[in-house]
């Protein structure tokens, strides 16, 4: 037990650290700088391959979906994200975990 909690302080340590770095200089920093797009740029590509290696290498319980179930629900994800609700994050997502559940209902 000793040992879960020192193994939860120093993550936690470790965690509010970079926090508190972060609030003590992000008053010094200009967001339209060239290093905050470029580090826009790099988060963006990672989350685009993430996302391709769920669609074209799944595990866990994705990898029970088909191709064209994860591919369907991406689709719902992204129309439901861009088309019809103007950036809604949370309506995207329920959109496409929605697709995918009933492709695979229907599946069954």
Known sequence: ????????????AATYLWRGLGVAISGHLDPDSEAF???ACVAFAMIAGLVMRMLLIPTGALAETAFFERLSGSAAALGAYFWLTRRNLFA?????AITVWL???FAA
């Open 1 to 12: 037990m000793l040992e879960l909690a020192l193994v939860v302080l120093v993550c936690g």
């Open 103 to 105: 492709l695979k209902w």
């Open 92 to 96: 995207g997502v329920l959109a496409g």
């Open 37 to 39: 797009r470029w580090i």
